[in-house]
Structures are given as C-alpha cells and as structure tokens.
C-alpha cells in the first residue's frame, strides 16, 4: 500500500504560481511512476502530468506544456506539480497517483493504470 497526502492548492489570480506538493508513505517510493491529474466539476478526471520512477522521464497533457513542471525527490518521498501562467481553465481538483514501475518505459495517462490515489487539493484560478 501507498498514502499519498497532496498540499499546496488555493487561490490564485491568472498568471500567477502555484506549486503542488504530493507526500509518500508506505512503500519504497523510487519503486512508483508518479502522475498528477485533475478534474473540474462536471467534467472527468483528466491527465495532467506524469513522471518515471527515476524522474528522468516525463509527459504532460498538451492544455499544460510548457507551464507546469513535475519533479520528484526521492529521498523524500515527494512529488510536485509547479503549476505558471495558471488560467481559469486550470481550476480543479488536483490528485496525485502512483502505479509500481513496469518494464517498459511508456507514461501511463489514464487514470484507471493508476492504483494509488490522494484525496486532492483544491486549486482555483480566479480571473
């Protein structure tokens, strides 16, 4: 089993930052892909980003490339989501997940490859 405790959602004018933390417990944690994903009221869950057990893989959802940035320390257990130029549109509930890492090197994206999750962090984008 993985706990997963995310922090650091809230409030936030458009343009302005944000940076999302995800703590880890339970399970070695090098031994887990971390991913970020979101969703809006009345809409689905939907990929955000994702990174490999090592960090030195990641993938993002086209609607955050080039403003969000995913990283994760090892050595602490932690995994973030720094989130700029944040726009109404990015107003949701942000989860983070797990899957074990497998052979292959591909990025998972959907939510059902992911058999841990968060409780969420609010993050509003105000415009």
């Known amino acids: 089993q993985v706990q997963l405790v995310e922090s650091g959602g809230g409030l936030v004018q458009a343009g302005g930052s944000l940076r999302l933390s995800c703590a880890a417990s339970?399970?070695?944690?090098?031994?887990?892909?971390m991913g970020w994903f979101r969703q809006a009221p009345g809409k689905e869950r939907e990929f955000v980003a994702a990174i490999s057990w090592s960090g030195g893989n990641t993938y993002y959802a086209d609607s955050v490339k080039g403003r969000f940035t995913i990283s994760r320390d090892n050595a602490k257990d932690t995994v973030y989501l720094q989130m700029n130029s944040l726009k109404p549109e990015d107003t949701a509930v942000y989860y983070c997940?797990?899957?074990?890492?497998?052979?292959?090197?591909?990025?998972?994206?959907?939510?059902?490859?992911?058999?841990?999750w968060g409780q969420g962090t609010q993050v509003t984008v105000s415009s």
């Open positions: 997940a797990a899957y074990p890492r497998r052979m292959d090197s591909q990025l998972r994206v959907l939510p059902r490859d992911y058999d841990y």
């Open positions: 339970g399970r070695l944690f090098s031994g887990y892909v």
